[in-house]
């Protein structure tokens, strides 16, 4: 049994040590917010937070986060950055299939916790590593700045 | 542990076909359900309104529109209920929507037939007048209760953003309110529906009904199901089409932890575990022999050479005008150039996945459900069931581009194949991994063209010959004595053979032959290919006339008022005639414009590049102008068109599937590259003025892309681009 800090309550898991992040939220502890695109680390579709920086879930043994605060896009709804996101989300009706989009906003999350006010250029480089095969970047980078403006 | 619930749909059987009306305590399922107020669905109580098989106004107001085409993202789920609440005068916010049942004889899609499915840009334009006059079916029977209640005429009584007054007597109710009492009412045959200058909702920004589950982890997808004992199989496949399990060793695979069962299927051999990681170890760990005898071989290389040599010789014809031979004799000068484009993979976010639950009478499977009347028929004979014995919840699908509505019902038919070889002990939910995905084959099939083009002494179009060699996709499906005519797919052809250019002596031909990589449609389909070759040899021909390629495509669009209208707009938004300043010393900008119809909606756009010094280059802007009739919700539609250039677009600068030996060369996203934010174009899309009936919009805006781009490449470079993905 290890012990995960997720969304701020403990919750035991029984999986063996290497089991990666993403498959530990959806298999065992039943968050199935967090979503599998790749494997690999390529698409950012199981993006999540560690101690607050953004990890690939699929690639990360859970074993290696015991102890670490981990947030989830369950979670995130909960933090500042995250509510004016979800809400820019809406108001610009950023998802179309909206499978990435859980990963998208944990990303976009992370950014706006470190930089308030990002540029162009940042969230373009934040926000790469997150691929949306319906084409939503655009309306994606309209949100994260709507959002920002939108921070106290 | 903790499992969603999921209730199945199927429960709406008990009403009867087409207008029967009635009572029944309504159970929403928060996997099917969305409105724009919340990512769940309300409780309906005891008494709903049901005035058809679309419609269900619950006794707190909220009005449940039953959706049959599937939400992949293209907005049926926000389309369809606009319809609906325009003609019942509802609230935007009372709005919910849900999936149908399988149920052919009430959700068929009009443009199919008897056919159950989505696809074709079709949803919103089958479903035009259909979920009009299913809202004014309920409109009217409020109106009557309300009638009835009062005790005043009906014409003395309006409806308006889900408010019933009488104004005379200062009188007031919901829909709630009045949604037992319209439901003993009888449902009205014959219904008036709005006059267009009196829509309310039609034509303006509504916010999708999806878009906040989906931003907040609780929209869910086949991937999210979990039901109680359910076991996750991945499946080992073979290396090669047509390759099966010859042997297997499954001791290791079994000594996994989690591992419950190992079992072969007819296209391979899969484990099955309490959950995916343990599933995937197990198949990693094990071992299988291939039987190759039957397996395709050729390599990309190959295959394309073939098809050259096919393409040196006539083909069938697709459509001829005029004197073709005559015309190229006269011609004073002759134009050649011939294409290449590679296999495709759909690549959707949300791998392909189901669950398959059995038991001895009944199959129920949950899924992105595409093609309810090809999949019903093809898991009913795994199992020597009924097609109604399948029953089938239709949940988000996390992308399709087509790949979901597969004519073979590919993996819906393995992950049947899994749940019956351990004898339905276990409901099964089948995952592909990306890798599995990438690799099973239903690729956009790779395609030849060669063009040949004669211009008279002043530079007119006199003649066009255009040669098809590819893969036919309707062969060997349930289409092909529907859609394929004297040896001619088409889907093949489409796009080609109704060059919408004035043209007086024009050939199509088309070779199609056969190979052993699995085929299959691909978001805007045949026009993928024809479109690009068609757009950038025009504007070859252009430059050879001496002309403008804007004003070149112009003269030649007289008959074809849409196409004209749509690329004057393009044109117009960029100030085309206005040179392109560049940023930098040494880049070289360019513009290009490429005009294509598909689905009965017509997309032109201009694009404009930047090439660097070092030869890289990038998308800087596109402006998009479409013609699809009315325009039922604006901001779809323009979602709509940046998704389907940037699916275009991620084609044409990096999407190929290829094959060494038979075996694919590509698995997962570093070798078959989306685009990323940093490659996207800014967009601009400009609606044209309609009074026509609404035709789609999921797929056009797709394969205008490619050609506006290369040719603004060509624009910048003086080099044509004759093959995708670009390379210059």
């Known amino acids: 049994m290890i012990t995960l800090n997720v969304n701020g309550k403990p919750m035991s898991v029984d999986a063996d040590a290497d089991t990666p992040l993403l498959w530990v939220l959806r298999d065992h502890l039943g968050m199935t917010g967090t979503k599998y695109g790749c494997g690999m680390a390529l698409c950012g579709a199981c993006t999540v937070h560690v101690n607050g920086q953004p990890a690939r879930s699929c690639s990360t043994p859970f074993a290696a986060v015991a ?86 | 542990m903790s499992a969603f619930e999921i209730i199945n ?134 109106l009557a209760a309300a009638a009835e209640r009062w005790a005043v005429p009906p014409d003395s009584i309006t409806i308006a953003r889900g408010a019933v007054v009488h104004a005379p007597s200062n009188r007031k109710a919901t829909f709630g309110q009045l949604a037992v009492a319209a439901a003993k009412l009888p449902v009205p045959q014959d219904v008036k529906l709005k006059d267009p200058k009196d829509f309310a909702l039609i034509g303006r920004r509504l916010t999708r009904t999806d878009s906040r589950a989906k931003s907040n982890g609780t929209a869910i997808y086949t991937q999210d199901v979990k039901l109680p004992g359910m076991l996750t199989a991945l499946v080992a496949h073979p290396p090669r089409f047509g390759g099966k399990p010859k042997s297997f060793d499954a001791d290791k695979a079994k000594a996994v932890k989690g591992v419950v069962d190992v079992v072969a299927i007819p296209q391979g051999v899969a484990v099955l575990a309490s959950d995916f990681w343990s599933a995937k170890k197990g198949r990693d760990a094990l071992a299988v022999e291939w039987e190759e005898s039957g397996a395709f071989k050729l390599g990309s290389a190959e295959i394309m050479a073939g098809y050259k040599s096919l393409a040196a010789t006539p083909g069938l014809p697709a459509r001829k005008e005029g004197d073709l031979p005559g015309a190229f004799a006269r011609a004073a000068k002759t134009l050649e150039a011939a294409y290449e484009f590679p296999y495709l993979a759909h690549a959707c976010m949300e791998p392909m996945n189901c669950v398959v639950k059995l038991s001895a009478d009944a199959c129920e499977i949950w899924n992105g459900e595409q093609f309810q009347s090809i999949d019903q028929p093809e898991v009913a004979a795994v199992l020597g069931m009924k ?58 099939p790779m395609y030849y063209h060669a063009l040949k083009a004669g211009l008279d002494a002043q530079g007119n179009l006199i003649a066009w010959q ?53 085929v299959q449609w691909w978001r805007s389909v045949g026009s993928t290919h024809t479109a690009f070759s068609t757009e950038t040899f025009l504007d070859e021909l252009a430059l050879a006339s001496g002309k403008d390629p804007y004003q070149f ?54 694009a404009e590049v930047t090439v660097r010094r070092d030869g890289s280059w990038r998308v800087d802007r596109v402006m998009c102008a479409v013609d699809c009739g009315v325009a039922v919700n604006p901001d779809v539609i323009r979602a709509q068109m940046e998704s389907g250039i940037a699916f275009g677009l991620t084609a044409a600068m990096h999407g190929a599937i290829t094959l060494k030996d038979g075996v694919v060369e590509q698995s997962n996203f570093h070798d078959y590259m989306p685009l990323r934010m940093n490659e996207m174009p800014r967009i601009g899309v400009y609606i044209a003025r309609s009074s026509e009936k609404p035709t789609g919009v999921g797929e056009p805006a797709t394969p205008v892309i490619a050609p506006a781009v290369a040719n603004a490449l060509f624009a910048a470079t003086g080099k044509p681009i004759r093959a995708l993905p670009i390379k210059i």
């Open chain 2, 9 to 142: 749909l199927s429960r709406r059987g008990f009403l009867k076909a087409g207008a029967g009306l009635t009572l029944g305590v309504a159970v929403p399922s928060l996997a099917q359900m969305a409105g724009p107020g919340k990512g769940g669905g309300s409780v309906v109580a005891a008494g709903a309104l049901e005035p058809n098989a679309f419609v269900r106004i619950g006794t707190d107001s909220t009005v449940t529109v039953i959706v049959k085409h599937l939400e992949m993202g293209q907005g049926t789920y926000t389309g369809l209920p606009t319809l609906v609440a325009e003609e019942l005068d509802a609230d935007w916010s009372q709005i919910r929507a849900e999936g149908a049942p399988a149920d052919a004889s009430r959700y068929n899609n009009l443009f199919l037939g008897a056919m159950q499915g989505t696809g074709g840009s079709t949803a919103l334009a089958n479903s035009y007048e259909q979920m009009r006059k299913a809202g004014a079916a309920a409109r009217a029977m409020l």
């Open chain 2, 553 to 606: 495509r112009r003269a030649l669009l007289a008959k074809s008022p849409r196409h004209k209208t749509v690329l004057e707009m393009a044109a117009t938004e960029a100030d085309w005639s206005t040179p392109l300043v560049s940023a930098r010393v040494g880049d070289r900008r360019g513009r290009g414009i490429a005009v294509h119809e598909s689905f009965n909606t017509v997309v032109a756009q201009v």
């Open chain 2, 466 to 518: 255009h040669r098809i060699v590819g893969q036919s996709i309707l062969a060997g499906t349930a289409f092909e004595g529907m859609m394929v005519k004297d040896g001619i797919d088409a889907t093949s052809v489409e796009g080609a053979a109704n060059l919408p250019y004035a043209v007086p002596n024009l050939g199509v031909e088309l070779h199609s032959p056969k190979m052993g990589v699995p």
């Open chain 1, 67 to 152: 102890g670490k605060r981990i947030t989830t896009i369950e979670g995130i709804g909960q933090t500042k950055e995250g509510r004016v996101l979800q809400e820019a989300w809406v108001a610009n009706d950023v998802p179309q299939c909206g499978y990435c989009q859980s990963g998208q906003i944990m990303s976009a999350a992370a950014l706006l916790a470190k930089v308030k006010r990002p540029t162009d250029a940042e969230i373009e480089s934040a926000m790469s590593g997150n691929v949306c095969r319906c084409g939503t970047y655009n309306r994606i980078s309209l949100a994260v700045r709507q959002a920002s403006r939108n921070l106290k």
């Open chain 2, 387 to 444: 097609p109604e014995q399948v029953k089938l919840n239709m949940l988000f699908a996390g992308g399709s581009f087509g790949r979901r509505a597969n004519p073979h019902a590919d993996y819906l038919v393995e992950a049947t194949q899994i749940a019956k070889a351990i004898d339905g002990r276990a409901p099964v939910k089948l995952v592909w991994t990306r890798e599995d995905d990438m690799r099973a084959g239903h690729y956009r």
